[in-house]
């Protein structure tokens, strides 16, 4: 874990002195997003991990550096939520749009998949992590209700870096 904290600290500074604002870059949130589904235990088991990006071509972009043998990306651009596919193939599903219903979330959910964004308020519709700018910091929020009633397993580790959401 030493080469995360590493990489977390530059990713840190970098923001700082951009002055960032807003959205973190995409570059940033598809490297944080490949770390975090590696605290995910059954995951990080796997020897594949299918991840379904939506709504969010510049992360779909920026994720392409991580593909190979354990990662594998798609994207999905659906004219509105109720257009998901009702069987999802993919293991992690980043939802990019804030747009997105209560009742395609707990869907994806059901189906057992790992609900990433990076819109902060999609944590109150169910969402089980959002990585987020905290004021020019990078930030990670965990739902625990949520990753609790979708069986998410995550190693303790996590909440050396994300802050726990109980509500």
Wanted: charge should be negative.
């Amino acid at each position: 874990m030493s080469w995360f904290r590493y990489i977390m600290s530059l990713l840190v500074m970098l923001i700082a002195v951009a002055g960032h604002s807003g959205e973190l870059p995409a570059t940033l949130t598809a490297a944080l997003l490949v770390k975090v589904i590696e605290f995910e235990e059954g995951l990080n088991k796997s020897a594949h991990v299918s991840v379904l990006v939506v709504e969010d071509d510049s992360l779909f972009d920026a994720l392409q550096r991580y593909r190979g043998d354990k990662f594998h990306f798609d994207k999905l651009n659906p004219q509105d939520s109720e257009q998901f596919p009702n069987k999802l193939e993919a293991q992690v599903v980043f939802l990019g749009s804030k747009q997105v219903s209560v009742e395609t979330i707990s869907r994806i959910q059901q189906q057992g998949k790992l609900v990433l964004s990076d819109h902060y308020e999609l944590l109150k519709k169910g969402v089980h992590l959002v990585l987020f700018n905290d004021g020019g910091v990078p930030g990670i929020a965990l739902r625990v209700a949520s990753s609790q009633a979708g069986k998410v397993k995550w190693n303790p580790e996590i909440l050396n870096y994300a802050v726990p959401v109980t509500e």
